[in-house]
């Protein structure tokens, strides 16, 4: 990763957390700092679509909203790379692609993957908040920059966000509403899907029905 960029190095970090998932076999572990502004990085590994293992580092402002995001994937015979920047309100992508992911999602009777990134990054204009794929971590970024922790049940706010696709890198804008349900509990929806998620007195996930809980 690069972790250089973001002027932490290899230091030290103050907080940890892990998560099982529940949809497949398959585990996330981050290190986290909320000093100044909120920075991660972590390790997700799954065996859906096929084995792989994904690393990130991200970075948001001081109001939680996502600034900087690097993510790398892996598996057998293949490996991709994704970095989202935001600069003067617009976000740009770098990719890189080595080996040949589709090959090894075909061999295992899965449809091949787009390309990682996006075409055109201008269709995540006020895209605020980055959702990775399996990773309860990403839920937390728009509870803790709408401020739901404080709201009352009912309050919701829909929100546009940059979802990347695991393992393929492919990032595509999406709809999604994050409600207030009452304490320490979140409702989050898409077009497709609904779930409430049990979050600590931070905003992270505890428990993601389907998907995560905390280890």
Do not use: C, K
Request: zero cysteines; aromatic letters at 8%.
């Amino acid at each position: 990763m690069h972790g250089g960029r973001y002027g932490r190095g290899m230091a030290t970090l103050p907080g940890a957390l892990m998560w099982d998932r529940l949809d497949t076999v398959g585990a996330e572990h981050t290190l986290y700092d909320v000093r100044a502004g909120f920075y991660a990085r972590g390790t997700q590994i799954a065996v859906d679509p096929i084995p792989y293992t994904a690393r990130y580092e991200l970075q948001t402002d001081e109001s939680w909203a996502t600034t900087r995001l690097d993510v790398s994937t892996e598996g057998a015979g293949w490996a991709r790379t994704l970095r989202l920047e935001l600069a003067a309100g617009r976000w740009r992508a770098t990719t890189g692609e080595q080996g040949n992911l589709d090959a090894a999602l075909t061999a295992s009777g899965h449809a091949g993957a787009g390309l990682p990134g996006t075409e055109d990054p201008d269709l995540l204009f006020g895209a605020f908040d980055m959702d990775l794929t399996g990773s309860p971590l990403t839920n937390t970024l728009p509870i803790r920059r709408t401020g739901l922790l404080a709201a009352e049940p009912g309050v919701a706010h829909r929100i546009s966000v940059a979802w990347v696709l695991l393992p393929s890198l492919e990032v595509v804008q999406a709809d999604q509403i994050y409600t207030a349900a009452g304490p320490g509990l979140v409702r989050f929806a898409n077009e497709t899907f609904s779930a409430d998620i049990e979050v600590d007195d931070d905003g992270f996930v505890r428990h993601y029905p389907g998907l995560a809980r905390r280890a």
